[in-house]
Structure formats: C-alpha cells, structure tokens
C-alpha cells in the first residue's frame, strides 16, 4: 500500500504540473531530472527521466541515469537491463555503466557477472579515476561471496514488512528492555519533524534530505503494528537515533546530530512529557560525538564499546572500550587489530555472555558493503578470536549492520 500510494501521490503532482502549465518541453523535465540527480535524490530524478524517455527513448546519458537511478531505488533488474543494453549497444560504452552495471550485478549475488564488469570498468577508465581503488575492493569482495555461498546457513531472515520499513532508510533497531513485543528503530522519511535540510541543517527543498526521528512498533499476533513517531522532545529537526538503554529500562541515550557523523549523545527517561525537561541533559563519558564517536553499545552500565576515528588507530573507523570505574570512564582503549583492520568497524554488540562481539565491518572479506562479524573473547589467553563472517543470508551485497540479539540469544535485529 504504502508503495501505491506514493505512486498515485506522485502521479497526481505530475498530472498537476503538467495540465496548469501547458506542458513543460522535453529540455525542461530533463534539465530538472539532471538537477535531482546531480543532489542524489534517485526517486525524484526517475520519474522525471521515465516522463522523459517516453518522448525521446534514444538519449544514451538520459539511458545511463535511469540504469542508476533505478539501481539506488532497489530496482536491481531494470538497472541492469538499461545498463547492458547501453554497454551491448554503444561502440565505446561509458565506464560509468561497467561500474553501475558491476554494482547491480554484484546487489543481485550475480558476483561472476559483477565482477566481470568491474574489470570493464578498470579497463575503460581513466588511471586518475577516484573510484578505481574502490572497485579492485569490490572484486575482492566479490571473490570473498563466491566462497562465503558454501558457508552453513545460520538463521532465517524476514523483512519486518511494509509497516515497518519504506522507500527511505530505516536503522538502528533497538529491542525494548521492557517490552519483548516493542521496538525503536530510527528512519528518516518524508514527514518528519524538520523537513528536508541539507548539510547546514537549513531548510533546503532541492538539495535537502530527510533526518532521521526515532519511531516504535509493536507486535501483534506476528504482525508489526501501531507505529508510533516518538514525542517531539525526544525527536528534533535533526538526526534523532535510539543508541541504547541502561541495565534497569528507565533511561534512553539518545544521539542528536545535523549529520550522522558528529553530535550529542543525551539521555531521555519514560516519564511524562509534562515532568521531562525541554532537553535531555548531556551523557558525559569517554564517548564524544561531538568529534565523530559514535554507535555505543551500553554493556552493564559499565562498558561500552564504540566506534571511532582517535589517532593511533588501524585505519577508517575501529573499535574502542572504555569502562566505568571509581565514579569515571577510562580513557578509550582499541580493541587491536584482530578486530579492527585499514577498513572500517562499527555498530558493535556485545552479546549477555559479555565475551561474544558482534560488529559490522567493510573490509575485503565482506561480500560487499558492510557485512556482519562475530568474534569471541578468550579469557585465558587475554586475546580476540577472528572474527567470522555470518555468511548468507545474514550478510548481503549492500550494507548489513546494527545487529542486536534478544536476551536469549535466539532472535536478532538488524540493518541491510
């Protein structure tokens, strides 16, 4: 439902513009297209180049924008078919549709076909190409998913369906320390407090994005139902994300920020609107957001593990602990370079037997993106196991991270 009536929305808004206008010209719907394009915003700019290909059909950069506008909305399949008709079709194919038409490929586990156009795209680009380091990654990652396929399947995976998740982004899943049958979760969709804003956090219609706020669902007779956006103390005009509760369930630390990648970290309780103060005062710890920490996961009331890009590190984004003891938190502490590695590591979880790690890294042993790691803690020897990789269909092609476990350790939440 959710998906028609954005279509019927925007078919209507089209209808509109098009009947009191007196029809806009060819050069206009594609001038504007370009415009969404060139910001980002994939949805807006494919049904303008749809609109646009049903006069001329035969614009080869109009072709390529809608082979990549329909692979950012998850249209894997028609990206793909737009791509490999340019690419079978033109003498000198764009590099740009290699690397489009590798990463479909690739989003579809086709990791043969992906990186056989990864390595069209190395050939037919330039040697100062800036994403040429990126895709030799990308092999590698494809490689790594043709052996990760043989892996023991561990879990069965479910979409939390359409009541849940929509076209925008939909993270950090959090499970109700007080309610089994409740979740948090953070998405940042049309509608939300603060419109759209851009970088600066200034109202910006063209090259502004949706930020996130923290909604709840419940669970009914094994449905996702009763969405809620939480109340407007706790949701802002910036980024909003639910990061954790403490021990006894009576407080929620709260990340604020323009971006996702530096902020505040506060704390909000259950009580009522009326007793709450106008903002949730500060978490001080080791844990600063405000020069890019971020993702902590709250173990005890007395660790916490987060990532972070302090100097000294292994590389991107790694793993830091820091503990609280004698009424402060310890300097943060890297996890080494069992766990961390020249990639990037985040949204860790600790599981109740305070030894198991689970974590999200980008490394070349993925199978693309972001994929979802395990690793224990031995004891005696003081020291990390390697990390696994949870394999398929846990991990996927594109970012899987955010993992949580229920208490008992036999349902998971996560992020892809």
Known sequence: MHFIKIFLTTLALFSFCFTTTGQFSSKKIKDKANLYFKNEKYFEALQLYKQFNKVKKNDEEVKLHLGICYYFNNQVTKSI?????????????????????????????????????????????SSS???????KDEIKRCASALKIAYQKELAVVENLGENVNTRFDEFAPVQSPNYEDKLYFASARKGNLGGLRNNKGLLDDLNGK?????????????????I?????????PKNDVVLDFNEAGTAMFVFKGFDLFSGQILVDSFKPIEEKPLYPPQFISSVIAERGDGHP????????????????????????????????????????????????????????????????????????????????????????????????????????????????????????
């Open 210 to 226: 949706y930020s996130s706020d923290v909604f709840s669902i419940m669970i009914q007779n094994g449905e996702w139902t009763n």
């Open 297 to 416: 996961y709250f173990f005890n009331d007395s660790t916490i593990i987060f990532t972070s890009r302090i100097d000294g590190g292994y590389g991107g984004s790694d793993l830091y602990i820091t503990q609280f003891s004698n009424g402060k938190w310890s300097a943060p502490l890297n996890l080494g370079n069992t766990i961390n590695s020249a990639y990037d590591e985040t949204t860790p979880f600790l599981a109740q037997d305070g030894r198991t790690l689970y974590f999200s890294s980008n490394n070349t042993k993925s199978t693309g993106g972001f994929d979802i790691y395990k690793a224990i803690f031995n004891d005696f020897k003081k020291e990390w196991s390697e990390p696994v990789n949870l394999g398929f269909p846990i991990n996927s092609p594109k970012d899987d991270s955010y993992f949580r476990l229920n208490k008992d350790g036999s349902k998971g939440y996560f992020s892809s």
């Open 81 to 125: 078919d737009y791509l490999s008709s340019l690419v079978y079709n033109q003498k000198k194919p764009s590099s740009s549709a290699y690397f489009y038409l590798g990463a479909a490929y690739h989003s579809k586990f086709e990791f043969k076909k992906a990186i056989e156009n990864y390595k069209l795209f190395l050939k037919t680009c």
């Open 228 to 236: 809620k956006r939480m109340h407007n103390l706790l949701n802002s």
């Open 129 to 135: 190409n800036p994403n040429r380091a990126a895709v």
